[in-house]
């Protein structure tokens, strides 16, 4: 079983080539969250999980996920996968935290280097960049499928941040950047009512054809600003020029 969450399709990439590689079920931990899909067994199977980086650690929904997780078995080989911009900050060692305290730690910790979709801050404008990290990228997740086809043991996460730096920023950090305050709509909106229907957590409502976040946090994938038809929504005052992403394989 490969577990994975993501946004604008990295981490399903990366998912969906082990899956490809290994002959193991691909599950959506989003679709989970929505069925209240928490049980699995598997006895002496493999079971990875697939997170993008969010703020150096987790995002909340995989995080939450994990907490609710129950694995019926001995698992044969546990391991984590980390995609990210810049760093995977602690990703590994804050999911393996939680597992630690169910009794089955990770067995291998990985991570991919892919276009970095905080557009407040990263430009994606480039496609010429873009596709050239996403090239680099699969050579990096061709040492991930052999590692887990062999069943190897150990960190092979690169580029991470120091523990307490990434504890410091994924506590103070995440949580402004969740505030869904920070969103503005523009008028090219159609209302097609997309960005409500894909958000995981129904953060948005459609009222007078516009979108209107109802929460005032959400898990802020940011797919919502990537996968608009009309890029009508904004985070801020950068990701206008920074452009939309999306994974070509989503
Ligand atoms: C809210 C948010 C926070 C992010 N924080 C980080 C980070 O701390 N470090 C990093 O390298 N990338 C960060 N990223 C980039 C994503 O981790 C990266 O682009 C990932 O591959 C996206 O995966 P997806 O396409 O499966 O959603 C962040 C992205 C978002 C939306
Ligand atoms: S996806 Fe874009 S165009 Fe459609 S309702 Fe949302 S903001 Fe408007």
Same mark, same amino acid.
């Given at each position: 079983?490969?577990?994975?969450?993501?946004?604008?399709?990295?981490?399903?990439?990366?998912?969906?080539?082990?899956?490809?590689?290994?002959?193991?079920?691909?599950?959506?931990?989003?679709?989970?969250?929505?069925?209240? $899909?928490? $049980?699995?067994?598997?006895?002496?199977?493999?079971?990875?999980?697939?997170?993008?980086?969010?703020?150096?650690?987790?995002?909340?929904?995989?995080?939450?996920?994990?907490?609710?997780?129950?694995?019926?078995?001995?698992?044969?080989?546990?391991?984590?996968?980390?995609?990210?911009?810049?760093?995977?900050?602690?990703?590994?060692?804050?999911?393996?935290?939680?597992?630690?305290?169910?009794?089955?730690?990770?067995?291998?910790?990985?991570?991919?280097?892919?276009?970095?979709?905080?557009?407040?801050?990263?430009?994606?404008?480039?496609?010429?960049?873009?596709?050239?990290?996403?090239?680099?990228?699969?050579?990096?997740?061709?040492?991930?499928?052999?590692?887990?086809?062999?069943?190897?043991?150990?960190?092979?996460?690169?580029?991470?941040?120091?523990?307490?730096?990434?504890?410091?920023?994924?506590?103070?950090?995440?949580?402004?950047?969740?505030?869904?305050?920070?969103?503005?709509?523009?008028?090219?909106?159609?209302?097609?009512?997309?960005?409500?229907?894909?958000?995981?957590?129904?953060?948005?409502?459609?009222?007078?054809?516009?979108?209107?976040?109802?929460?005032?946090?959400?898990?802020?994938?940011?797919?919502?600003?990537?996968?608009?038809?009309?890029?009508?929504?904004?985070?801020?005052?950068?990701?206008?020029?920074?452009?939309?992403?999306?994974?070509?394989?989503?």
């Amino acid at each position: 079983m490969i577990f994975y969450f993501s946004a604008t399709g990295n981490s399903r990439h990366v998912a969906r080539r082990v899956s490809t590689a290994t002959g193991e079920e691909l599950i959506s931990i989003a679709e989970c969250v929505k069925e209240g $899909r928490y $049980r699995f067994s598997a006895d002496g199977d493999a079971f990875g999980i697939v997170s993008p980086t969010y703020a150096w650690g987790l995002p909340i929904i995989v995080r939450d996920f994990l907490q609710q997780l129950t694995i019926d078995g001995n698992p044969g080989y546990v391991w984590f996968a980390a995609t990210y911009g810049t760093t995977p900050g602690q990703t590994g060692r804050f999911a393996d935290d939680i597992m630690r305290r169910k009794g089955r730690p990770f067995d291998a910790f990985f991570s991919v280097k892919m276009p970095d979709t905080w557009t407040p801050m990263f430009d994606l404008s480039d496609p010429a960049k873009v596709s050239r990290i996403n090239r680099d990228a699969e050579q990096e997740i061709d040492f991930v499928i052999g590692k887990v086809q062999n069943r190897e043991r150990g960190d092979f996460m690169r580029r991470k941040a120091p523990v307490l730096a990434a504890k410091l920023v994924y506590a103070l950090e995440y949580d402004s950047m969740r505030r869904a305050r920070h969103f503005a709509v523009e008028d090219s909106c159609v209302g097609c009512g997309l960005c409500a229907r894909k958000c995981p957590v129904a953060a948005i409502e459609i009222c007078d054809r516009k979108p209107v976040w109802t929460k005032d946090r959400c898990v802020m994938r940011l797919a919502c600003l990537h996968h608009c038809p009309k890029f009508a929504i904004q985070y801020g005052n950068k990701t206008k020029r920074h452009g939309q992403y999306t994974h070509p394989g989503a």
